[in-house]
T-cell receptor, first 114, second 111 residues
Framework: KAGVTQTPRYLIKTRGQQVTLSCSPISGHRSVSWYQQTPGQGLQFLFEYFSETQRNKGNFPGRFSGRQFSNSRSEMNVSTLELGDSALYLC?????????????FGPGTRLTVL | TQLLEQSPQFLSIQEGENLTVYCNSSSVFSSLQWYRQEPGEGPVLLVTVVTGGEVKKLKRLTFQFGDARKDSSLHITAAQPGDTGLYLCAGAVVGYQKVTFGTGTKLQVIP
């Protein structure tokens, strides 16, 4: 089985721009969660989607949004980028929602905001 | 509130030494995972433990889930440079609807 894939792997943007990141889960997995990882804050939960519905959301501003498609692929969007948004963005897939099953991570997208 | 505390935060040891990393909480977990992450990459799953008191072995790595399912440990025997990385524990707290991650332990094994 192919693992979780994320595109692009690297991205450089400037402040004020917006960005869209993509995640394709493991085949058969219907839950996709997104995390932001920075050296100072560690892994921070952004949101979880299951069967195209957002099930949980972390404490991030409304500039961070996401969606999930009928094939379980998910996208995450960040609008009006700030310097502090520079981070490794990780997505993880699992067969069940809400932590009921093990999560498997993709390689991440490294976003740099200049 | 950090639900999962890992210790130590940093560990630098010589090749061949043994080490133990701890993951503690006051909450009960329905399951707990350990991951290893290398710089710039996503965390890679090492193990999932589900039953209180469970012990799992993966070559030189031994994982233990506490009897009360509130804590876990990872023991590495005869560490090798390839063990270098960030070790993360994660779990689903009973009654919560999302996975919580530990603060991480950064391990460096010096040849």
């Amino acid at each position: 089985k192919a693992g979780v894939t994320q595109t692009p792997r690297y991205l450089i943007k400037t402040r004020g721009q917006q960005v869209t990141l993509s995640c394709s889960p493991i085949s058969g997995h219907r839950s996709v969660s997104w995390y932001q990882q920075t050296p100072g804050q560690g892994l921070q939960f952004l949101f979880e989607y299951f069967s195209e519905t957002q099930r949980n959301k972390g404490n991030f501003p409304g500039r961070f949004s996401g969606r999930q498609f009928s094939n379980s692929r998910s996208e995450m969007n960040v609008s009006t980028l700030e310097l502090g948004d520079s981070a490794l963005y990780l997505c993880a897939s699992s067969s069940l929602a809400g932590g009921s099953d093990t999560q498997y991570f993709g390689p991440g997208t490294r976003l740099t905001v200049l | 509130t950090q639900l999962l505390e890992q210790s130590p935060q940093f560990l630098s040891i010589q090749e061949g030494e043994n080490l133990t990393v701890y993951c503690n909480s006051s909450s009960v977990f329905s399951s707990l995972q350990w991951y290893r992450q290398e710089p710039g990459e996503g965390p890679v799953l090492l193990v999932t433990v589900v039953t209180g008191g469970e012990v799992k072995k993966l070559k030189r790595l031994t994982f233990q889930f506490g009897d009360a399912r509130k804590d876990s440990s990872l023991h590495i025997t005869a560490a090798q440079p390839g063990d270098t990385g960030l070790y993360l524990c994660a779990g689903a707290v009973v009654g919560y609807q999302k996975v919580t991650f530990g603060t991480g332990t950064k391990l460096q094994v010096i040849p």
